[in-house]
Every structure is written in C-alpha cells, then in structure tokens.
T-cell receptor, first 114, second 112 residues
Framework: KAGVTQTPRYLIKTRGQQVTLSCSPI?????VSWYQQTPGQGLQFLFE???????NKGNFPGRFSGRQFSNSRSEMNVSTLELGDSALYLC?????????????FGQGTRLTVV | AQSVTQPDIHITVSEGASLELRCNYS??????LFWYVQSPGQGLQLLLK??????LVQGIKGFEAEFKRSQSSFNLRKPSVHWSDAAEYFC??????????FGKGTKLTVNP
C-alpha cells in the first residue's frame, strides 16, 4: 500500500510570507502528527490530528497551525515566516486508536526561509 | 517531563564490528519506546518498538534492543554492522506512537 506522502518536497520562502504543507496518510490511518527537525533542536513534536480534531499540541507559537480533512489528509500552515523556521517538516500517520500502533513517516518537506 | 538522552552524538565502527547505541529516557508512566533510522534527506523508518512483555525486542535489519526499567535505558544493538547501516539513529518515547519525544540522534559512520 502507498506510504505517507508529503508535498511539496522542497520549498523556498521569504521572511514574512506564509506557507502550507500537505500530508496524505496511509489509507485507513486517521491520525496525523507533525514534527519539525532542525540541526539545533532535533525532532520536535508540533501537533497531532485525529478525526479532524487536534488531539495533542507541542510547544510552538501560534504561527504554526494545522488542520485535518474528512479524508484524513492534513495540512500545516506557518504564518509570518522567520529564518528560524527553516527545517525539515515530517508528518507521521497511525491508525490513531489503541496504543500499540506504529507511526509511519513521510519523507518530509524541506522548508528554507530566506 | 519526558525526555530522551542519546549520549553519543557520533559513533564510528568498522564494517563487521558489533554496535551498541545508547538511549536513556525519563518518563512518568509506562513508556512506549522506539528506535528509528534516518538516511540523509529522508524520513524516519521504524527499526523496532517496545510496548510490553519480553524486554529484548527484535527489529528489522538485524537490530535488537533491550529495555531495562531499572536503568531507564533502551539500548540498540547489532552484532555485525554493514556499510549500509551508516545513517542517523533516533530513540523516542511516548504514550503511544502519536506524540513522540525524540533524542538528539546518534550519527553512525561505518568504515570499510
């Protein structure tokens, strides 16, 4: 079956702009989690959506937001981009129910803010 | 607060040598523990996971890990490393798979 698909793979944006990243989970998976990966901070949890509702949230400013659609696809949005938002953004999908579920990661979107 | 410590930022081993990557965690409840591997510019691939039961878990690519509650550790091992194992390895802990706390990673270099 198809894996987790993230689009686009690469993005270059200017400071102050906003950006939207997309994540299509594995078919049948209802939970999508987002992570930011930077050389300095490593992998940090942003938020998780399950059945169109934000179920968990990490410690990021309100400029970072997300949503999930009825087909479980998810988008994350970053407004008023800062240079420090340059990172690899990864999404992961799981069935979302029960603790013994495996998270499958996409290849990520590399965002560069100039 | 939940946290994961991977003490070794970079490890170099020779091909065919054994490998152990260290992971210590801090978690208030029964932890769910994971090891992921990441090749440059790629996403994360799950190597193995521990939820409960046997404290020695087997994973893909010949990796295994041992959960030691008394030491709050979940070290990853492989008896004989292959050149293709060169990558970055991440240990993670969570209440499940949806909200993971990752360590900073250990980069593995394999010498021929």
């Amino acid at each position: 079956k198809a894996g987790v698909t993230q689009t686009p793979r690469y993005l270059i944006k200017t400071r102050g702009q906003q950006v939207t990243l997309s994540c299509s989970p594995i078919s049948g998976h209802r939970s999508v989690s987002w992570y930011q990966q930077t050389p300095g901070q490593g992998l940090q949890f942003l938020f998780e959506y399950f059945s169109e509702t934000q179920r968990n949230k990490g410690n990021f400013p309100g400029r970072f937001s997300g949503r999930q659609f009825s087909n479980s696809r998810s988008e994350m949005n970053v407004s008023t981009l800062e240079l420090g938002d340059s990172a690899l953004y990864l999404c992961a999908s799981t069935r979302g129910q029960g603790r013994t579920t495996e998270a499958f990661f996409g290849q990520g979107t590399r965002l560069t803010v100039v | 607060a939940q946290s994961v410590t991977q003490p070794d930022i970079h490890i170099t081993v020779s091909e065919g040598a054994s490998l152990e990557l260290r992971c210590n965690y801090s978690y208030g409840a029964t932890p769910y523990l994971f090891w992921y591997v990441q090749s440059p510019g790629q996403g994360l691939q799950l190597l193995l996971k521990y939820f409960s039961g046997d404290t020695l878990v087997q994973g893909i690519k010949g990796f295994e890990a041992e959960f030691k509650r008394s030491q709050s550790s979940f070290n990853l091992r492989k008896p004989s490393v292959h050149w293709s194992d060169a990558a970055e390895y991440f240990c993670a802990v969570g209440p499940g798979s949806e909200k993971l706390v990752f360590g900073k990673g250990t980069k593995l270099t394999v010498n021929p």
